[in-house]
């Protein structure tokens, strides 16, 4: 490749939120992260609320699974609210992102046979090639792992320059 080549983002909050968001990753209940503790938590409320209600025919010496389940139900609520914490600060650092992405005047990528670099209102991140460990492409978007990690939406280039993109990530990132 003989110089720089230079591809100017299409800045579409949609775009980016549609990759983002997929999935129920934005749901605080739902997500990827906390669908399984929300149903785990979700049986065992009903358990101890069935124990609570026949915990008259409970003789004393079973009394003890009453304070067992309570224990697993409030141990199950914690580790909710904890991934719940999790999933609002990740949407939460998301949506700061998006909103400077909206507010971008420049966004662009350049990159050469040595460099790759990302401009986004005159702040570059500049990387080698071998700074990036590992890249994924499929229909929506192109994404780069390594010492910066990017997300670009096919919908915020051309598929021209889609398609270079993935010709020079295939060639200078060595898996």
Do not use: A, H
Not at 21 to 43: A, D, E, H, W, Y
Not at 122 to 132: A, N, R, T, V, Y
């Amino acid at each position: 490749m003989n110089g720089d080549k230079i591809i100017k983002l299409n800045v579409n909050r949609k775009y980016f939120e549609e990759i983002y968001f997929s999935g129920n990753q934005g749901s605080l209940f739902f997500s990827q992260t906390t669908k399984g503790k929300t149903v785990t938590t979700i049986v065992v409320g009903l358990i101890l609320l069935i124990l609570f209600c026949f915990k008259g025919d409970l003789s004393k010496e079973k009394f003890g699974i009453l304070y067992f389940v309570s224990f697993l139900f409030l141990l199950c609520t914690v580790y909710l609210s904890l991934s719940i914490n999790k999933v609002s600060r990740w949407k939460k650092d998301v949506n700061k992102y998006l909103k400077s992405l909206e507010d971008s005047k420049i966004y662009e990528i350049r990159f050469n046979d040595e460099i790759f670099n990302v401009n986004l209102n005159g702040q570059e991140e500049l990387s080698k090639w071998e700074d990036f460990k590992y890249f994924d492409s499929n229909n929506e978007f192109i994404s780069l792992e390594g010492k910066f990690n990017y997300m670009f939406p096919r919908k915020s280039m051309s598929e021209k320059d889609y398609s270079v993109l993935k010709q020079v990530l295939k060639k200078n990132i060595k898996e």
